[in-house]
Protein backbone atom coordinates (compact mmCIF):
# COMPACT_ATOMS: atom_id res chain seq x y z
CA UNK A 1 0.00 0.00 0.00
CA UNK A 2 1.56 3.13 -1.32
CA UNK A 3 -0.87 5.03 -2.49
CA UNK A 4 -3.24 8.25 -0.62
CA UNK A 5 -6.88 7.58 -1.08
CA UNK A 6 -6.50 10.70 -2.93
CA UNK A 7 -3.91 9.86 -4.97
CA UNK A 8 -6.18 6.43 -5.90
CA UNK A 9 -9.02 9.16 -6.46
CA UNK A 10 -7.31 10.62 -9.35
CA UNK A 11 -6.58 7.90 -11.19
CA UNK A 12 -9.95 6.46 -11.05
CA UNK A 13 -11.11 9.95 -12.43
CA UNK A 14 -8.15 9.78 -15.74
CA UNK A 15 -9.52 6.28 -16.10
CA UNK A 16 -12.85 7.36 -16.14
CA UNK A 17 -11.90 9.97 -18.74
CA UNK A 18 -9.93 7.34 -21.06
CA UNK A 19 -13.20 5.35 -20.55
CA UNK A 20 -15.51 7.81 -22.15
CA UNK A 21 -13.04 9.43 -24.56
CA UNK A 22 -12.04 6.05 -26.31
CA UNK A 23 -15.57 4.58 -26.99
CA UNK A 24 -16.34 8.06 -28.16
CA UNK A 25 -13.42 7.85 -30.62
CA UNK A 26 -14.71 4.86 -32.11
CA UNK A 27 -18.23 5.20 -31.16
CA UNK A 28 -18.42 1.31 -30.19
CA UNK A 29 -17.61 -0.44 -26.89
CA UNK A 30 -18.43 -0.98 -23.18
CA UNK A 31 -18.63 2.08 -21.28
CA UNK A 32 -21.19 1.05 -18.60
CA UNK A 33 -19.45 -1.80 -17.46
CA UNK A 34 -15.90 -0.30 -17.27
CA UNK A 35 -16.91 2.80 -15.61
CA UNK A 36 -18.56 0.75 -12.78
CA UNK A 37 -15.17 -1.06 -12.31
CA UNK A 38 -12.81 1.66 -12.71
CA UNK A 39 -12.56 2.11 -9.02
CA UNK A 40 -11.51 -1.88 -8.87
CA UNK A 41 -8.97 -1.84 -11.68
CA UNK A 42 -7.07 0.93 -10.10
CA UNK A 43 -6.52 0.29 -6.62
CA UNK A 44 -6.09 -3.60 -7.85
CA UNK A 45 -2.87 -2.33 -10.53
CA UNK A 46 -1.82 0.66 -8.54
CA UNK A 47 -1.96 -0.62 -4.81
CA UNK A 48 -2.52 -4.31 -4.92
CA UNK A 49 -0.96 -6.49 -7.32
CA UNK A 50 2.67 -7.26 -7.15
CA UNK A 51 4.25 -7.18 -10.74
CA UNK A 52 6.18 -5.93 -13.08
CA UNK A 53 4.57 -3.87 -15.33
CA UNK A 54 7.88 -2.76 -17.57
CA UNK A 55 9.00 -6.27 -18.03
CA UNK A 56 5.56 -8.21 -18.88
CA UNK A 57 6.27 -11.47 -18.83
CA UNK A 58 3.14 -14.45 -20.07
CA UNK A 59 3.83 -16.66 -17.54
CA UNK A 60 3.45 -14.22 -14.88
CA UNK A 61 5.89 -16.60 -12.27
CA UNK A 62 6.25 -14.91 -9.11
CA UNK A 63 3.84 -12.26 -9.46
CA UNK A 64 0.60 -11.89 -8.87
CA UNK A 65 -1.51 -12.50 -12.28
CA UNK A 66 -5.40 -10.98 -13.00
CA UNK A 67 -7.76 -12.12 -15.34
CA UNK A 68 -10.35 -10.00 -17.22
CA UNK A 69 -13.10 -12.85 -18.00
CA UNK A 70 -15.88 -10.71 -19.24
CA UNK A 71 -13.94 -8.76 -21.50
CA UNK A 72 -15.86 -6.36 -22.92
CA UNK A 73 -15.14 -4.00 -20.29
CA UNK A 74 -12.05 -3.43 -22.46
CA UNK A 75 -11.53 -0.44 -21.56
CA UNK A 76 -11.47 -0.02 -18.15
CA UNK A 77 -8.69 -3.03 -18.53
CA UNK A 78 -6.83 -1.08 -20.86
CA UNK A 79 -6.71 2.11 -18.93
CA UNK A 80 -5.75 0.10 -15.85
CA UNK A 81 -2.58 -1.29 -17.82
CA UNK A 82 -1.67 1.96 -19.68
CA UNK A 83 -1.56 3.54 -16.57
CA UNK A 84 0.42 1.16 -14.37
CA UNK A 85 3.19 1.36 -17.30
CA UNK A 86 1.99 -1.85 -19.52
CA UNK A 87 2.59 0.37 -22.34
CA UNK A 88 2.34 3.77 -22.90
CA UNK A 89 -1.05 5.91 -22.92
CA UNK A 90 -0.77 7.30 -26.48
CA UNK A 91 -1.93 4.15 -27.36
CA UNK A 92 -5.07 4.06 -25.93
CA UNK A 93 -5.92 6.41 -29.03
CA UNK A 94 -6.21 3.05 -31.21
CA UNK A 95 -8.59 1.26 -29.05
CA UNK A 96 -10.65 -1.12 -32.01
CA UNK A 97 -9.23 0.97 -34.61
CA UNK A 98 -7.37 -1.41 -37.51
CA UNK A 99 -4.37 -2.87 -36.48
CA UNK A 100 -4.53 -2.11 -32.94
CA UNK A 101 -3.67 -4.38 -30.15
CA UNK A 102 -6.63 -2.78 -28.68
CA UNK A 103 -8.50 -5.37 -30.12
CA UNK A 104 -12.46 -5.22 -29.02
CA UNK A 105 -12.05 -7.43 -26.51
CA UNK A 106 -8.95 -8.19 -24.93
CA UNK A 107 -6.76 -10.83 -26.70
CA UNK A 108 -2.82 -12.13 -26.32
CA UNK A 109 -3.18 -12.40 -29.99
CA UNK A 110 -1.28 -9.05 -31.11
CA UNK A 111 0.67 -9.08 -28.27
CA UNK A 112 -0.27 -5.96 -25.81
CA UNK A 113 1.08 -6.52 -22.58
CA UNK A 114 -0.96 -7.22 -19.47
CA UNK A 115 -2.81 -9.99 -21.47
CA UNK A 116 -2.53 -13.23 -20.59
CA UNK A 117 -5.99 -14.59 -22.20
CA UNK A 118 -8.22 -13.82 -24.64
CA UNK A 119 -11.69 -12.92 -23.28
CA UNK A 120 -15.09 -11.77 -24.62
CA UNK A 121 -17.18 -14.94 -25.09
CA UNK A 122 -18.17 -15.27 -21.21
CA UNK A 123 -17.70 -17.61 -18.96
CA UNK A 124 -14.20 -18.67 -19.05
CA UNK A 125 -11.60 -16.96 -17.25
CA UNK A 126 -12.14 -18.41 -13.86
CA UNK A 127 -11.21 -21.58 -15.33
CA UNK A 128 -8.18 -20.16 -16.88
CA UNK A 129 -7.28 -18.91 -13.09
CA UNK A 130 -7.59 -22.17 -12.01
CA UNK A 131 -4.49 -23.65 -14.37
CA UNK A 132 -2.67 -20.82 -13.14
CA UNK A 133 -3.47 -21.10 -9.67
CA UNK A 134 -2.38 -24.85 -9.77
CA UNK A 135 0.36 -24.16 -11.60
CA UNK A 136 1.73 -21.51 -8.98
CA UNK A 137 1.59 -24.01 -6.79
CA UNK A 138 3.22 -26.53 -8.73
CA UNK A 139 5.83 -24.45 -8.68
CA UNK A 140 5.72 -23.19 -5.05
CA UNK A 141 4.90 -19.89 -6.14
CA UNK A 142 2.74 -18.18 -3.32
CA UNK A 143 1.62 -14.88 -5.79
CA UNK A 144 -2.03 -14.95 -6.38
CA UNK A 145 -4.45 -15.07 -9.47
CA UNK A 146 -7.05 -12.11 -9.45
CA UNK A 147 -9.72 -12.69 -11.72
CA UNK A 148 -12.52 -10.62 -12.47
CA UNK A 149 -16.09 -11.51 -13.79
CA UNK A 150 -19.71 -10.00 -14.35
CA UNK A 151 -23.03 -10.91 -12.58
CA UNK A 152 -24.96 -11.39 -15.70
CA UNK A 153 -21.83 -14.01 -16.70
CA UNK A 154 -22.59 -16.05 -13.85
CA UNK A 155 -25.30 -17.36 -15.75
CA UNK A 156 -22.71 -19.14 -17.87
CA UNK A 157 -22.15 -23.20 -16.72
CA UNK A 158 -18.28 -23.40 -16.85
CA UNK A 159 -18.07 -20.56 -13.87
CA UNK A 160 -19.55 -23.45 -11.44
CA UNK A 161 -17.59 -26.10 -12.82
CA UNK A 162 -14.52 -24.15 -12.19
CA UNK A 163 -16.06 -22.83 -8.41
CA UNK A 164 -16.52 -26.36 -8.20
CA UNK A 165 -12.79 -27.69 -9.18
CA UNK A 166 -11.52 -24.56 -7.30
CA UNK A 167 -13.41 -25.62 -4.01
CA UNK A 168 -12.54 -29.07 -4.14
CA UNK A 169 -8.64 -28.44 -5.18
CA UNK A 170 -8.43 -25.93 -2.42
CA UNK A 171 -7.46 -23.17 -4.54
CA UNK A 172 -6.73 -20.70 -1.89
CA UNK A 173 -4.56 -18.28 -4.59
CA UNK A 174 -7.51 -17.78 -6.62
CA UNK A 175 -9.48 -14.33 -5.81
CA UNK A 176 -12.31 -13.60 -7.79
CA UNK A 177 -14.33 -10.65 -7.98
CA UNK A 178 -18.04 -10.61 -9.18
CA UNK A 179 -19.11 -7.04 -10.22
CA UNK A 180 -22.65 -7.32 -9.19
CA UNK A 181 -24.17 -4.25 -10.97
CA UNK A 182 -27.24 -6.34 -11.54
CA UNK A 183 -27.64 -5.11 -14.76
CA UNK A 184 -27.25 -7.50 -18.40
CA UNK A 185 -27.90 -6.04 -22.26
CA UNK A 186 -31.40 -7.06 -22.20
CA UNK A 187 -32.58 -5.69 -18.56
CA UNK A 188 -31.64 -6.24 -14.80
CA UNK A 189 -30.08 -9.52 -13.98
CA UNK A 190 -33.21 -9.95 -11.47
CA UNK A 191 -35.51 -10.28 -14.48
CA UNK A 192 -33.59 -11.99 -16.75
CA UNK A 193 -31.89 -15.19 -14.47
CA UNK A 194 -31.62 -13.82 -11.03
CA UNK A 195 -29.22 -15.09 -8.48
CA UNK A 196 -30.80 -14.82 -5.36
CA UNK A 197 -28.07 -14.53 -2.26
CA UNK A 198 -25.26 -14.54 -4.46
CA UNK A 199 -23.15 -15.09 -0.98
CA UNK A 200 -24.66 -18.49 0.29
CA UNK A 201 -24.57 -19.36 -3.42
CA UNK A 202 -21.10 -19.06 -3.20
CA UNK A 203 -20.56 -20.42 0.66
CA UNK A 204 -22.38 -23.77 -0.76
CA UNK A 205 -19.52 -24.26 -3.38
CA UNK A 206 -16.75 -24.10 -0.54
CA UNK A 207 -15.56 -20.75 -1.03
CA UNK A 208 -15.07 -17.81 1.10
CA UNK A 209 -16.65 -14.62 0.58
CA UNK A 210 -16.24 -11.53 1.26
CA UNK A 211 -18.43 -8.40 -0.06
CA UNK A 212 -17.37 -4.75 -0.31
CA UNK A 213 -18.77 -1.64 -2.00
CA UNK A 214 -16.70 -1.54 -5.44
CA UNK A 215 -16.76 2.01 -5.69
CA UNK A 216 -15.83 3.30 -2.61
CA UNK A 217 -11.78 2.95 -3.17
CA UNK A 218 -11.35 2.60 0.84
CA UNK A 219 -13.61 -0.15 0.61
CA UNK A 220 -11.84 -1.55 -2.40
CA UNK A 221 -8.44 -1.41 -0.86
CA UNK A 222 -9.53 -2.68 2.49
CA UNK A 223 -11.14 -5.77 1.36
CA UNK A 224 -8.66 -6.69 -1.48
CA UNK A 225 -6.03 -6.37 1.40
CA UNK A 226 -7.80 -8.78 3.97
CA UNK A 227 -8.36 -11.03 1.05
CA UNK A 228 -4.81 -11.39 0.01
CA UNK A 229 -4.31 -12.40 3.85
CA UNK A 230 -7.02 -15.31 3.65
CA UNK A 231 -4.64 -17.26 1.64
CA UNK A 232 -3.65 -20.05 2.69
CA UNK A 233 -6.76 -21.17 4.70
CA UNK A 234 -7.58 -24.28 2.22
CA UNK A 235 -10.76 -22.10 0.75
CA UNK A 236 -10.81 -19.98 -2.63
CA UNK A 237 -11.85 -16.36 -2.14
CA UNK A 238 -14.66 -14.70 -3.91
CA UNK A 239 -15.74 -10.68 -3.19
CA UNK A 240 -19.03 -9.54 -4.05
CA UNK A 241 -18.64 -6.45 -5.39
CA UNK A 242 -21.61 -4.01 -5.56
CA UNK A 243 -20.76 -1.71 -8.20
CA UNK A 244 -23.29 1.01 -9.93
CA UNK A 245 -22.92 0.43 -13.80
CA UNK A 246 -21.82 3.79 -15.14
CA UNK A 247 -20.27 4.67 -12.35
CA UNK A 248 -19.14 8.37 -12.02
CA UNK A 249 -21.07 10.00 -15.41
CA UNK A 250 -24.37 10.72 -13.90
CA UNK A 251 -26.41 10.07 -17.02
CA UNK A 252 -25.18 6.50 -17.99
CA UNK A 253 -26.17 5.19 -14.15
CA UNK A 254 -29.49 3.89 -12.97
CA UNK A 255 -30.02 1.52 -15.86
CA UNK A 256 -28.60 -0.84 -18.18
CA UNK A 257 -28.75 1.21 -21.39
CA UNK A 258 -25.11 2.55 -21.54
CA UNK A 259 -23.99 -1.71 -21.28
CA UNK A 260 -22.63 -1.24 -25.09
CA UNK A 261 -23.12 1.80 -26.46
CA UNK A 262 -20.96 5.18 -26.90
CA UNK A 263 -21.96 8.86 -25.76
CA UNK A 264 -22.19 11.50 -28.80
CA UNK A 265 -19.90 14.94 -28.61
CA UNK A 266 -22.37 16.62 -25.87
CA UNK A 267 -22.34 13.73 -23.85
CA UNK A 268 -18.80 13.45 -24.03
CA UNK A 269 -18.60 16.64 -22.67
CA UNK A 270 -20.45 16.29 -20.15
CA UNK A 271 -19.04 13.53 -18.69
CA UNK A 272 -15.58 14.68 -18.85
CA UNK A 273 -17.08 17.68 -17.14
CA UNK A 274 -17.92 15.63 -14.70
CA UNK A 275 -14.28 14.16 -14.39
CA UNK A 276 -11.47 16.12 -14.01
CA UNK A 277 -7.95 15.86 -15.63
CA UNK A 278 -5.94 14.41 -13.47
CA UNK A 279 -2.75 12.46 -14.88
CA UNK A 280 -2.99 14.02 -18.30
CA UNK A 281 -5.24 12.73 -21.36
CA UNK A 282 -3.68 10.37 -23.53
CA UNK B 1 9.72 -48.29 -45.34
CA UNK B 2 7.78 -49.76 -42.28
CA UNK B 3 7.68 -53.67 -41.85
CA UNK B 4 3.89 -53.96 -43.07
CA UNK B 5 3.84 -57.27 -41.30
CA UNK B 6 1.10 -57.04 -38.33
CA UNK B 7 2.73 -59.15 -35.24
CA UNK B 8 0.31 -57.85 -32.69
CA UNK B 9 -2.35 -56.09 -32.21
CA UNK B 10 -3.17 -53.12 -29.48
CA UNK B 11 -5.48 -50.36 -28.74
CA UNK B 12 -4.15 -46.89 -30.20
CA UNK B 13 -4.61 -45.32 -26.87
CA UNK B 14 -2.67 -47.61 -24.98
CA UNK B 15 -0.18 -46.13 -27.72
CA UNK B 16 -1.07 -42.54 -25.56
CA UNK B 17 -0.61 -43.45 -22.31
CA UNK B 18 3.02 -45.35 -22.84
CA UNK B 19 3.90 -41.74 -24.74
CA UNK B 20 2.27 -39.59 -21.95
CA UNK B 21 4.38 -41.78 -19.11
CA UNK B 22 7.68 -41.43 -21.02
CA UNK B 23 6.93 -37.39 -21.26
CA UNK B 24 6.66 -37.38 -17.33
CA UNK B 25 9.63 -39.21 -16.50
CA UNK B 26 11.70 -36.85 -19.40
CA UNK B 27 10.04 -33.35 -18.65
CA UNK B 28 9.04 -32.26 -15.87
CA UNK B 29 6.81 -29.49 -17.31
CA UNK B 30 4.32 -31.95 -18.97
CA UNK B 31 1.05 -32.25 -16.57
CA UNK B 32 -2.18 -34.09 -17.62
CA UNK B 33 -5.46 -33.69 -16.92
CA UNK B 34 -8.89 -35.98 -17.28
CA UNK B 35 -12.40 -35.63 -17.38
CA UNK B 36 -13.05 -38.32 -15.10
CA UNK B 37 -11.91 -41.50 -17.94
CA UNK B 38 -8.51 -41.90 -16.33
CA UNK B 39 -8.54 -46.01 -17.28
CA UNK B 40 -10.30 -45.41 -20.81
CA UNK B 41 -7.51 -42.54 -21.50
CA UNK B 42 -4.76 -45.18 -20.06
CA UNK B 43 -3.77 -42.53 -18.46
CA UNK B 44 -3.71 -43.93 -15.09
CA UNK B 45 0.46 -44.77 -14.74
CA UNK B 46 1.13 -40.92 -15.06
CA UNK B 47 -1.52 -40.26 -12.65
CA UNK B 48 -0.04 -43.08 -10.69
CA UNK B 49 3.49 -42.11 -11.29
CA UNK B 50 3.13 -37.96 -11.20
CA UNK B 51 0.37 -37.33 -8.80
CA UNK B 52 1.13 -33.96 -8.88
CA UNK B 53 1.18 -33.16 -12.27
CA UNK B 54 -2.33 -34.71 -12.54
CA UNK B 55 -5.50 -32.79 -12.30
CA UNK B 56 -8.52 -35.08 -12.07
CA UNK B 57 -11.21 -32.52 -13.08
CA UNK B 58 -14.59 -34.59 -12.76
CA UNK B 59 -17.08 -34.36 -15.45
CA UNK B 60 -16.35 -30.99 -16.68
CA UNK B 61 -14.67 -30.71 -19.89
CA UNK B 62 -15.01 -26.66 -20.30
CA UNK B 63 -13.82 -25.77 -16.88
CA UNK B 64 -10.87 -28.86 -18.23
CA UNK B 65 -9.68 -26.78 -21.10
CA UNK B 66 -9.70 -23.66 -19.60
CA UNK B 67 -7.48 -24.94 -16.80
CA UNK B 68 -5.19 -26.10 -19.57
CA UNK B 69 -4.78 -22.82 -21.26
CA UNK B 70 -3.90 -21.49 -17.26
CA UNK B 71 -1.66 -24.00 -16.93
CA UNK B 72 0.43 -23.60 -20.33
CA UNK B 73 -0.13 -19.44 -19.47
CA UNK B 74 2.21 -20.08 -16.50
CA UNK B 75 4.79 -22.58 -18.47
CA UNK B 76 3.42 -25.73 -18.41
CA UNK B 77 3.07 -28.49 -21.08
CA UNK B 78 -0.79 -29.76 -20.87
CA UNK B 79 -2.56 -33.11 -22.10
CA UNK B 80 -6.02 -32.89 -21.91
CA UNK B 81 -7.79 -36.34 -22.04
CA UNK B 82 -11.22 -37.24 -22.80
CA UNK B 83 -13.26 -38.94 -25.63
CA UNK B 84 -13.11 -37.49 -28.71
CA UNK B 85 -16.51 -35.83 -29.15
CA UNK B 86 -15.87 -34.58 -25.36
CA UNK B 87 -12.79 -32.98 -26.78
CA UNK B 88 -14.01 -30.96 -29.91
CA UNK B 89 -17.74 -30.53 -29.90
CA UNK B 90 -18.62 -30.31 -26.79
CA UNK B 91 -15.68 -27.58 -25.92
CA UNK B 92 -15.08 -26.07 -29.40
CA UNK B 93 -15.55 -21.99 -28.16
CA UNK B 94 -13.27 -23.09 -25.08
CA UNK B 95 -10.83 -24.19 -27.63
CA UNK B 96 -11.25 -21.82 -29.71
CA UNK B 97 -10.62 -18.39 -27.50
CA UNK B 98 -8.95 -19.92 -24.41
CA UNK B 99 -6.66 -22.23 -26.54
CA UNK B 100 -6.29 -21.67 -30.29
CA UNK B 101 -6.80 -17.16 -30.80
CA UNK B 102 -5.03 -17.31 -27.41
CA UNK B 103 -2.26 -19.44 -28.64
CA UNK B 104 -2.09 -21.78 -25.70
CA UNK B 105 0.90 -24.77 -25.74
CA UNK B 106 -1.70 -27.17 -25.23
CA UNK B 107 -2.33 -30.95 -26.26
CA UNK B 108 -5.42 -31.87 -26.68
CA UNK B 109 -5.36 -35.76 -26.80
CA UNK B 110 -9.15 -37.69 -27.66
CA UNK B 111 -9.57 -41.27 -27.56
CA UNK B 112 -12.58 -43.38 -29.26
CA UNK B 113 -12.78 -41.34 -32.23
CA UNK B 114 -14.79 -42.36 -35.12
CA UNK B 115 -16.77 -45.23 -35.82
CA UNK B 116 -14.43 -48.00 -34.15
CA UNK B 117 -15.58 -47.15 -30.71
CA UNK B 118 -17.98 -49.21 -31.46
CA UNK B 119 -21.45 -50.27 -29.19
CA UNK B 120 -21.68 -47.12 -27.54
CA UNK B 121 -23.32 -45.89 -31.00
CA UNK B 122 -23.76 -42.41 -32.89
CA UNK B 123 -23.65 -40.06 -29.58
CA UNK B 124 -20.06 -40.95 -28.61
CA UNK B 125 -18.76 -41.37 -32.59
CA UNK B 126 -17.69 -38.10 -33.48
CA UNK B 127 -16.84 -38.27 -37.10
CA UNK B 128 -16.94 -34.04 -37.50
CA UNK B 129 -13.38 -33.63 -35.00
CA UNK B 130 -10.89 -32.99 -37.56
CA UNK B 131 -13.09 -30.97 -39.30
CA UNK B 132 -13.75 -28.82 -36.12
CA UNK B 133 -10.20 -28.53 -35.24
CA UNK B 134 -8.64 -28.25 -38.49
CA UNK B 135 -10.69 -25.16 -39.13
CA UNK B 136 -9.04 -23.34 -36.18
CA UNK B 137 -5.97 -20.83 -37.39
CA UNK B 138 -2.62 -22.09 -35.64
CA UNK B 139 -4.20 -25.52 -34.19
CA UNK B 140 -2.05 -29.03 -35.50
CA UNK B 141 -4.07 -31.92 -36.39
CA UNK B 142 -2.44 -35.25 -35.92
CA UNK B 143 -4.75 -38.76 -36.45
CA UNK B 144 -2.13 -41.76 -35.48
CA UNK B 145 -2.46 -45.10 -37.66
CA UNK B 146 -1.38 -47.63 -34.55
CA UNK B 147 0.25 -48.18 -31.21
CA UNK B 148 3.93 -47.23 -32.29
CA UNK B 149 2.93 -44.32 -33.90
CA UNK B 150 0.27 -42.91 -31.72
CA UNK B 151 3.13 -43.10 -28.35
CA UNK B 152 5.83 -41.76 -30.71
CA UNK B 153 3.10 -38.85 -31.66
CA UNK B 154 2.40 -38.04 -28.01
CA UNK B 155 5.81 -37.52 -27.26
CA UNK B 156 6.42 -35.68 -30.24
CA UNK B 157 4.06 -32.99 -29.73
CA UNK B 158 5.46 -32.05 -26.70
CA UNK B 159 8.36 -30.56 -28.42
CA UNK B 160 6.57 -28.36 -30.69
CA UNK B 161 5.34 -24.63 -29.12
CA UNK B 162 1.57 -24.68 -29.76
CA UNK B 163 -1.85 -26.26 -29.70
CA UNK B 164 -2.78 -29.95 -31.09
CA UNK B 165 -5.44 -31.85 -31.59
CA UNK B 166 -4.04 -35.50 -31.26
CA UNK B 167 -6.73 -38.15 -32.05
CA UNK B 168 -6.69 -41.82 -31.25
CA UNK B 169 -9.21 -44.67 -31.15
CA UNK B 170 -10.50 -47.21 -28.66
CA UNK B 171 -10.28 -50.70 -30.25
CA UNK B 172 -7.06 -52.93 -30.38
CA UNK B 173 -5.48 -52.60 -33.85
CA UNK B 174 -2.58 -54.14 -35.77
CA UNK B 175 0.50 -52.70 -34.81
CA UNK B 176 2.79 -52.37 -38.31
CA UNK B 177 5.06 -48.68 -38.22
CA UNK B 178 8.39 -48.97 -37.04
CA UNK B 179 9.22 -47.10 -33.73
CA UNK B 180 11.14 -44.01 -34.36
CA UNK B 181 11.47 -40.40 -34.68
CA UNK B 182 7.57 -38.87 -35.38
CA UNK B 183 7.71 -35.81 -37.84
CA UNK B 184 4.53 -33.64 -37.66
CA UNK B 185 3.34 -33.03 -41.10
CA UNK B 186 5.83 -35.32 -43.01
CA UNK B 187 3.90 -37.84 -44.67
CA UNK B 188 5.41 -41.76 -44.34
CA UNK B 189 5.47 -44.15 -47.44
CA UNK B 190 4.36 -47.45 -47.01
CA UNK B 191 3.76 -49.13 -49.93
CA UNK B 192 5.06 -48.36 -53.25
CA UNK B 193 3.10 -48.31 -56.29
CA UNK B 194 2.48 -46.79 -59.84
CA UNK B 195 -1.54 -47.09 -60.81
CA UNK B 196 -3.27 -44.95 -57.85
CA UNK B 197 -1.64 -43.00 -54.53
CA UNK B 198 -4.19 -44.25 -51.54
CA UNK B 199 -3.52 -41.67 -48.65
CA UNK B 200 -4.77 -42.85 -45.47
CA UNK B 201 -4.72 -41.60 -41.55
CA UNK B 202 -5.72 -43.25 -38.41
CA UNK B 203 -6.98 -46.70 -38.58
CA UNK B 204 -8.04 -46.61 -41.91
CA UNK B 205 -4.48 -46.97 -42.70
CA UNK B 206 -4.28 -50.21 -42.11
CA UNK B 207 -7.59 -51.18 -44.09
CA UNK B 208 -5.57 -48.86 -47.24
CA UNK B 209 -2.41 -51.51 -47.00
CA UNK B 210 -4.85 -54.87 -46.74
CA UNK B 211 -6.31 -53.56 -49.96
CA UNK B 212 -3.32 -52.28 -51.51
CA UNK B 213 -2.50 -56.48 -51.29
CA UNK B 214 -5.58 -57.19 -52.68
CA UNK B 215 -5.08 -55.00 -55.66
CA UNK B 216 -2.20 -56.54 -56.20
CA UNK B 217 -3.16 -59.92 -56.89
CA UNK B 218 -5.42 -57.95 -59.59
CA UNK B 219 -2.09 -56.63 -60.85
CA UNK B 220 -2.48 -53.34 -59.76
CA UNK B 221 -0.21 -51.22 -58.15
CA UNK B 222 -0.94 -49.41 -55.50
CA UNK B 223 0.47 -47.04 -53.50
CA UNK B 224 -0.04 -46.25 -50.09
CA UNK B 225 0.95 -43.14 -47.82
CA UNK B 226 0.35 -42.37 -44.43
CA UNK B 227 -0.48 -38.80 -43.86
CA UNK B 228 -0.74 -38.66 -39.86
CA UNK B 229 -1.02 -35.43 -40.04
CA UNK B 230 -3.96 -33.42 -41.65
CA UNK B 231 -2.40 -30.03 -40.75
CA UNK B 232 -0.15 -28.64 -41.61
CA UNK B 233 -0.69 -31.32 -44.94
CA UNK B 234 2.63 -32.45 -46.57
CA UNK B 235 1.67 -30.58 -49.55
CA UNK B 236 4.68 -31.79 -51.32
CA UNK B 237 4.86 -35.35 -50.71
CA UNK B 238 0.61 -35.45 -52.00
CA UNK B 239 2.05 -34.01 -55.52
CA UNK B 240 4.74 -35.05 -56.13
CA UNK B 241 3.26 -38.77 -55.64
CA UNK B 242 0.55 -37.93 -57.83
CA UNK B 243 2.81 -36.68 -60.37
CA UNK B 244 3.34 -40.53 -61.09
CA UNK B 245 0.44 -42.12 -60.75
CA UNK B 246 -2.08 -39.35 -61.43
CA UNK B 247 -5.07 -40.50 -59.68
CA UNK B 248 -5.82 -40.95 -55.79
CA UNK B 249 -7.97 -42.60 -52.91
CA UNK B 250 -8.37 -40.74 -49.58
CA UNK B 251 -9.64 -43.38 -46.47
CA UNK B 252 -10.39 -41.80 -43.28
CA UNK B 253 -12.41 -42.86 -40.15
CA UNK B 254 -14.61 -39.21 -40.35
CA UNK B 255 -17.14 -37.87 -42.53
CA UNK B 256 -16.29 -37.23 -46.14
CA UNK B 257 -17.11 -33.23 -45.22
CA UNK B 258 -13.95 -31.47 -43.59
CA UNK B 259 -11.87 -34.73 -43.01
CA UNK B 260 -8.48 -35.93 -44.59
CA UNK B 261 -10.21 -36.03 -48.14
CA UNK B 262 -11.46 -32.79 -48.08
CA UNK B 263 -8.30 -31.44 -47.72
CA UNK B 264 -6.53 -33.08 -50.52
CA UNK B 265 -9.33 -32.35 -53.03
CA UNK B 266 -8.71 -28.65 -52.33
CA UNK B 267 -4.81 -28.72 -52.17
CA UNK B 268 -5.34 -30.88 -55.83
CA UNK B 269 -8.47 -28.53 -56.90
CA UNK B 270 -5.92 -25.37 -56.53
CA UNK B 271 -2.44 -27.23 -57.86
CA UNK B 272 -3.03 -29.94 -59.45
CA UNK B 273 -6.74 -31.07 -60.78
CA UNK B 274 -6.63 -35.12 -60.30
CA UNK B 275 -9.12 -37.55 -59.97
CA UNK B 276 -9.86 -38.36 -56.20
CA UNK B 277 -11.90 -40.84 -54.68
CA UNK B 278 -13.57 -40.66 -51.28
CA UNK B 279 -13.57 -43.51 -48.94
CA UNK B 280 -15.20 -41.94 -45.81
CA UNK B 281 -18.56 -41.54 -43.71
CA UNK B 282 -21.18 -39.76 -46.33
CA UNK B 283 -23.10 -37.46 -44.05
CA UNK B 284 -24.46 -39.90 -42.10
CA UNK B 285 -24.29 -40.87 -38.37
CA UNK B 286 -23.22 -43.91 -36.92
CA UNK B 287 -24.53 -46.47 -34.86
CA UNK B 288 -23.79 -49.34 -32.48
CA UNK B 289 -22.39 -52.56 -33.63
CA UNK B 290 -18.86 -54.28 -33.35
CA UNK B 291 -15.95 -52.10 -35.14
CA UNK B 292 -15.65 -54.27 -38.19
CA UNK B 293 -19.36 -54.63 -38.65
CA UNK B 294 -19.65 -50.75 -38.22
CA UNK B 295 -16.70 -50.48 -41.57
CA UNK B 296 -18.01 -52.27 -43.53
CA UNK B 297 -21.71 -51.18 -43.33
CA UNK B 298 -20.39 -47.27 -43.42
CA UNK B 299 -18.00 -47.46 -46.80
CA UNK B 300 -14.89 -48.01 -45.02
CA UNK B 301 -13.66 -51.25 -44.98
CA UNK B 302 -10.85 -53.18 -47.58
CA UNK B 303 -13.13 -53.79 -49.98
CA UNK B 304 -14.50 -50.20 -50.42
CA UNK B 305 -10.56 -49.64 -50.49
CA UNK B 306 -10.41 -51.20 -53.45
CA UNK B 307 -12.92 -50.30 -55.32
CA UNK B 308 -12.59 -46.55 -54.55
CA UNK B 309 -8.98 -47.13 -56.39
CA UNK B 310 -10.31 -48.67 -59.46
CA UNK B 311 -12.58 -46.37 -59.51
CA UNK B 312 -10.16 -43.84 -59.43
CA UNK B 313 -7.92 -45.27 -62.17
CA UNK B 314 -11.04 -45.63 -64.40
CA UNK B 315 -11.22 -41.66 -63.95
CA UNK B 316 -7.64 -41.10 -65.09
CA UNK B 317 -7.69 -39.48 -68.59
Request: overall charge negative; proline content about 2%.
Given at each position: ???????????????????????????????????????????????????????????????????????????????????????????????????????????????????????????????????????????????????????????????????????????????????????????????????????????????????????????????????????GNGQPICILMNTEMGNGVDFMMGSHAWHGIAPNDEQLASALDQNPETLGDY | MSNLTAMEKKDTRSGFGDGLYELGVQNKDVVGLCADLTGSLKMNKFQNEFPDRFFQVGIAEANMMGMAAGLATAGKIPFTGTFANFSTGRVYDQIRQSIAYSHKNVKICASHAGLTLGEDGATHQILEDIGLMKMLPGMTVINPCDYNQTKEATIAIAEHNGPVYLRFGRPKWPIFTETGKFEIGKALHLREGKDVTIFATGHLVWNSLEAAKALAEEGISAEVINIHTIKPLDNEAILDALSTTRCAVTAEEHQMHGGLGDSICQLLALNSPTPVEMVAVNDSFGESGKPEELLDKYGLGIKDVVAACKRAIARKG
Open positions: MTKSTEELEKYVSQTRRDIVRMVHAVQSGHPGGSLGCAEYLTVLYQDILRHNSSNFSMDGKNEDVFLLSNGHISPVFYSALARSGYFSVEELATFRKLNTRLQGHPTTHEGLPGVRIASGSLGQGLSVAAGIAEAKKLNGDDKLVYVLMGDGELQEGQIWEALMYAAHNKLDNIIATVDVNGRQIDGDTKDIMGFEDLKSRFESFGWNVLTMDGNDVDDVRDTLSKAGVLQ | -
